[in-house]
Structures are given as C-alpha cells and as structure tokens.
C-alpha cells in the first residue's frame, strides 16, 4: 500500500491555503491584506496589477484557523469526488471562474474586504448534487441543497456578521449553472446515465 495524491487540485489548493495562513500568522501579518483580500474600501486600483491578482487570489487566505478548517472541511471530502466526474482542469476552471466572478462583483458592488474560499465551497456543495444525475431530471436532493444553502445564505445576507453571504450565493449559483452545462455534455450512453 501507498499513499496516492489522488486529487491535485483540491490537496494543492488545501496546502496553499494553510501555507498562506500559517505565512500570514508567523512571518508576515500584512500578508493576507496586502496579496490575497479584494475589495474593501478603495484597495481596488486599476492601473495596479496586483489588484487584478487579488481577484482570484483571495479565495487562499483567511481571517483564522476557524474559518480556514470550515472551508478545508468541505472542500477536501467534496473536491476528490469533483476531481473523478469532472476532471481536475475541468474544477481548476470552475473553482477560478467561481472566484473571478465573485470578486469582480465584490469590487463592484460592495465596500468590504472579501477573503476565503465560501464561495468555492458552494460552488462543490452544489456540484456534488450533481453527481449521480440523468439528463432531462433534476434530482430533488439538488433542490433540497439548493433550497438548505442557498435558501440560507440569502436569509443571513441581511445580517451584520462581517461574512460575505453574497459570495456563498454566488458559488451556489456557479455550482448550479456548471452542473446543468455539464449535463448537456454528458455522455448519452447507459454507462453515462
């Protein structure tokens, strides 16, 4: 027996995330605010490339170790089931598209600082409902996640707990739409149903 890195994408990321916090906790405390936080007010400047990275760096850092084990929690048991249906570049897409749209939203629309991978998180909660469906159903364990996380997130979105319930949202709503768009690219024979 050995130990196999079966899931490059969710272990890399995972290691990165602890990498980042544990940088940002012993060595550097600016590190998290400085390169992987976007938004909040004014830190958005468009003739400053790094604020075009903290775009899709941000999902890597995170406030403590609480929120960093809530995020890594879900994401190392659902990303390995996501890396065998979808193929790890397929979720690398999913997981960077998810994260760029969220934080060109935030940049755009709301005046506070956005870090974690929540939305990332959602985005597989959501994809994962997907994983035994059929094309031309819709499985009601999808609408009971939906209605649970999503149904959540946007009753929570009205309350001053310094959390980004629009980001979660956002990844739910990334989930749900990759999960049909890859349906209509599913295989149609009996071993793809």
């Known amino acids: 027996m050995r130990i196999r890195y079966n899931a490059p994408f969710t272990l890399t990321f995972a290691l ?25 007010q004014g830190s958005f400047h468009g003739s400053d490339w790094v604020s075009y990275l903290r775009l899709i760096s941000y999902p890597l850092g995170h406030a403590d170790w609480d929120h960093l084990y ?47 991978a929540s939305g990332i998180v959602l985005l597989m909660v959501l994809l994962v409902s997907f994983t035994n469906i059929r094309a031309g159903d819709i499985p009601l364990t999808f609408v009971a996640v939906l209605a649970l996380y999503l149904g959540k997130e946007v009753l929570d979105a009205f309350k001053n707990d310094n959390i980004s319930h629009f980001a979660h949202i956002v990844g739910g709503v990334a989930g749900s739409i990759f999960g049909f768009v890859a349906l209509r690219f599913q295989d149609p024979s009996p071993r793809g149903r």
């Open 16 to 40: 990165a995330c602890v990498a980042v916090l544990a940088a940002n906790q012993y060595l550097d405390h600016n590190l998290i605010r400085d390169w992987f936080s976007v938004g909040g």
């Open 70 to 116: 809530g995020n890594l929690m879900f994401i190392v048991l659902l990303g390995p089931v996501l890396e065998e249906k979808y193929q790890t570049p397929t979720l690398i897409l999913m997981a960077f598209t998810t994260a760029l749209v969220t934080g060109i939203v935030n940049v755009l629309f709301f005046n506070t600082a956005l870090i974690g």
